[in-house]
């Protein structure tokens, strides 16, 4: 059956195929039990749902005033099959939540993952997503900052290679007054694989000194990579500051002589390139076990 997906909440010309998602999802679909997620204050939970064939996964996140948590979700599997995911969080007044996401899935295994996330004054949201392997991952999420002086966070980490797809989708809706934003996503693209990302700042009416800013790397490591990327501000209300840009290139001439110079051929450097914005990233898991085994395991170290 078909389903919509990554919708452009302001819609830009078709030719570009950006304005959403039209996917098609398997009919039988295994739903895995709902999970409730919320360890104690200042504890990290980590967690690492059922993966084999066609799935569904809901995930509920609340965080309590002035709460500070912490929860790491490993989407981990081999093989062929879909996974269909939906997080939904609140998080009350002085609270935190970071949530930190890990992609490697086998090279005929797709996923859709949602988030919508609605957040209280004083409260701040950090999402940490780090894309390593997958044949389509796409990626939705949308954070409303309803209450005055809350804040979002977004890292994002990528490496597409092969013929992978890696389809990305943000919205960061300022509703309330002096609420802050922050998006940064840098990756490196390789073969033939193909990514997409739309990053969206909408200053509602109402968010008096709200400030939002987005901005994207981008590595392109050969020419047959396709890379699109729209970076959208909205703005209903005057007292607001957004920016928002993108770096698109390859590795330059006067970095590699260097990196050769010391002795590294290029096609050391090549992997070092690829893989740095994702060992970066990981520093973000607070679990150093699982830090190490997903190194190993994807051949980062």
Known sequence: MKETINKLPSITWNWLKMNQVDLDVPDEIV???????????????????????????????????????????DFASEGSGFMKVRTSAEIAKGGTLKLVEVFRNGEDYGITDRIDVKAAEKSGFELVQIFIRGKETYSDVKVDLEGQASALKIDTAYLTTGDNLLDINYEANHIGEMTLSDISVMGALCDRAEKRFRGTIDFRNGSIGAKGNEIENVLVLDSDVVNKTIPVI????????????????????????????????????????????????????????????????????
């Open 234 to 301: 909205l703005c209903a209300e005057e007292d607001v500051e957004g920016n928002h840009g993108a770096t698109i290139g390859k590795l330059d001439k006067e970095s590699l002589d260097y990196m050769m110079s010391r002795g590294l051929s290029e096609e050391v450097i090549r992997e070092m390139m690829k893989t740095a914005y994702i060992i970066s990233a990981l520093k973000n898991l607070p679990d150093e076990e699982l830090r190490e085994r997903i190194l190993k395991e994807e051949g980062l170290i």
């Open 31 to 73: 739903k895995n039990k709902e999970l409730v997620l919320g360890a104690a204050s200042g504890e990290a939970e980590i967690v690492a749902p059922e993966m084999a064939g066609a799935r569904e996964q809901d995930i509920k996140i609340s965080v309590n005033t002035d709460e500070n948590r912490t929860i790491v979700i």
